[in-house]
């Protein structure tokens, strides 16, 4: 039989755990669909060793409820993997969450029914559930990208991915460990997997621009002082861009008028301070070329001083623009280069040639390994939305929709499949921004639009082409005046071999939140509203 909902929603990640809440506090009747066995999306699948956020942990968290800020309390500036899935866990006890959330079950097809104007969705558990909306928060990093490298299945030791790492032990040491990728998840792995393995490798394709995070504990008086106005922070982050670093805010000037000792104590002071503080330096690091040299080359003189090794320090310098790639945050990244038992392999021209039963070769070397770890990302923003098939207006299917890239509004909902939303789906700030805000200003959006919907009477909501039209065109543009694109990066879909390159986040978070309000408030401009 089939199951009568109001709202679907898919993914059980920090988005789709608060769209359940807010939801089902405007008493609608909501189901959640999870591929895991439990809650935390990104913090349920990444568990391979040193994975921590890189957002502050006291702006890493939910702003929709007092009680919960005030009641938590986190050990560390940056927290580690566990105490964040810990959390996102005491989130789903204490809001009531498990149990309208089916675990283990994966959505694997999705059909709107013009007739009824409702959405069909079918699981690989056999669910079959008819709701009148369709809300994906099925997370822009989630969907795990394992190259597709010659004879990979043939390697007799064990191959893992950052991304999928197993929930049980593994116990890496006495072993010849080989790391593919050095972007953000390996940057955090390799210092920690580096310190219990006999010998490890690195295969680099392209090297990463990181700051260290200078992770420590937080102090209780640092807490207190936070919680005595935590929703003033809160406030005074979303008003950033990016929705966070309100504490240690951003420079105002711009790089180039500035003395070049002027430019270097703040570059030091900011590299003190770690993580996105450094990107805040100055303004125009994302945008002008000289300027974000200036960066770069701070970086890579920063690097020439840690690592002992002029060959090594050189291979790991990068040479593409600062922050076009998600710039990385670290602890011991580099010192870990000089370890003896700490190899870096340049594959920038050659690749992965193959994986044997033994090992990995490269560069007509074989390396022999007991363990291989894929830290080699995901197919971002889109690909866990194109994996499952959905299909709106006359059948169409969401992957043709967005064979050319994606095609939406707002980032939140595609032309042609009415009632559908995307949280922090392609087009929207998202991954530039702290995601727990993005996710939740989406989240609260829709819950109005929902409510505006019934309360005068409407049943079905959808974009139209020419809005999703110009919305890409608007993407463009701004990303146009950066320096985002400038480089291969997953925010163009180059790192998925065939994807088609368009830059898909939206850089410039706080202006976005009051077109998507100024939306609204026109009766939602940009949308077909029907009864
Ligand atoms: P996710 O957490 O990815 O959850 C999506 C869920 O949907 C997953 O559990 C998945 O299993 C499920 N799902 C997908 N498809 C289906 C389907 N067809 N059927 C059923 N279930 C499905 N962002 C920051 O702002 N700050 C950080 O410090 C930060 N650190 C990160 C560290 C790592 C290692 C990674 C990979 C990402 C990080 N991010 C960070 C980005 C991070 O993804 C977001 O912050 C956030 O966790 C995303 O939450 P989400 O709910 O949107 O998606
Ligand atoms: P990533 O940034 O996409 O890095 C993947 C790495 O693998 C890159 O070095 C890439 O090289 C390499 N690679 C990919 N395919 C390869 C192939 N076929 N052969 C050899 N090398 C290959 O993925 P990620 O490190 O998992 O991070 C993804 C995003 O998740 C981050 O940007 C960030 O937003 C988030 N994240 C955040 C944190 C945090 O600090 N909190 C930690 C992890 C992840 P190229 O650069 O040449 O493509």
């Known amino acids: 039989m089939v199951e009568e909902l109001d709202v679907v ?20 009747r909501v189901v959640v669909f999870e591929t895991g066995d439990d809650v935390g999306g990104t913090w349920y699948w990444n568990r391979y060793p040193g994975a921590r956020c890189d957002v502050e942990s006291v702006e890493y968290s939910y702003g929709f409820s007092e009680e919960l800020e005030q009641e938590w309390e986190w050990t560390e500036r940056y927290a580690g993997q566990p105490e964040i899935l810990c959390y996102l866990q005491h989130v789903a006890s204490r809001f009531d969450l498990y149990r ?16 009824g104007a409702r959405w069909r969705v079918r699981t690989d558990r056999g669910d079959d559930v008819s709701a009148q909306f369709l809300v994906m928060a099925t997370g822009c990093l989630s969907s795990a990208n394992l190259p597709n490298i010659d004879g990979i299945g043939d390697f007799r030791g064990l191959v893992l991915h950052t991304g999928r790492w197993p929930r049980e032990e593994v116990d890496l040491s006495a072993t010849r460990v080989g790391v593919v990728g050095t972007g953000s998840s390996a940057i955090q792995a390799i210092p920690v ?24 504990a937080l102090t209780p008086e640092e807490v207190a ?21 309100s504490r240690w805010s951003f420079n105002d000037q711009s790089a180039l008028e500035v003395t070049d000792e002027e430019r270097e104590a703040e ?18 690091t994302s945008t002008d070329p000289k300027a974000n040299f200036y960066a770069a080359e701070f970086v890579r003189r ?7 090794d002029p060959a090594t320090a050189e291979l790991l310098s990068p040479r593409h623009t600062i922050s076009c790639k998600r710039i990385c945050l670290d602890t011991n990244y580099y010192e870990t280069f000089n370890r003896p038992n700490v190899h870096l392999v340049d594959i920038s021209s050659t690749g992965i040639e193959r994986v044997t039963a033994t090992g990995i070769v490269a560069g007509a070397t074989a390396y022999e390994l007991d363990v291989i770890v894929f830290a080699t990302g995901f197919d971002a923003m889109t690909g866990s939305l194109t994996r499952i098939d959905a299909k709106g207006r006359q059948g169409q299917s969401l992957k043709d929709a967005w064979a050319a890239g994606p095609v939406n509004y707002l980032g939140l909902s595609v032309p042609g499949f009415p009632n559908l939303f995307t949280l922090t789906g392609p087009g929207s700030p998202s991954v530039l921004a702290n995601m727990f805000v993005a996710n939740e200003q989406h989240v609260d959006w829709v819950a109005d639009c929902m409510r505006y919907l019934r309360t005068k009477g409407f049943r079905t909501i959808e974009a139209t082409e020419g809005a999703a039209e110009d919305w890409v065109a608007h993407v463009n543009e701004v990303a ?34 009051e077109r998507c309000d100024d939306v609204a408030a026109r009766g939602y401009e940009g949308f077909v509203l029907a009864s």
């Open 267 to 284: 570059f030091e002071k900011r590299w003190a301070i770690g993580g996105f503080a450094f990107v805040g330096a100055f303004k125009d």
């Open 100 to 115: 309208d959330i089916r675990f283990e079950t994966r959505v694997t097809e999705a059909v709107f029914d013009e007739a």
């Open 193 to 216: 997997i580096a310190e219990v393995a006999a010998d490890l490798t690195v295969f680099q394709r392209t090297a990463s621009y990181t700051v260290p995070a200078w992770n420590r």
């Open 480 to 513: 146009g005046r950066t320096l985002y694109p400038s480089c291969n990066s997953w925010y163009l879909g180059a790192n998925i071999p065939g994807k088609t390159r368009v830059f898909m986040p939206l850089p410039g978070f706080p202006a976005y939140v």
């Open 225 to 245: 002082e936070i919680k005595a106005d935590y929703q003033g922070l809160r406030a005074r982050n979303r008003a950033m861009p990016g929705a966070l670093g």
């Open 9 to 28: 929603v898919v993914g059980a990640g920090l988005g789709g755990m608060y769209a359940l809440h807010r939801f089902r506090g405007d008493g609608l």
């Open 302 to 308: 920063k690097i020439r001083e840690i690592v002992h």
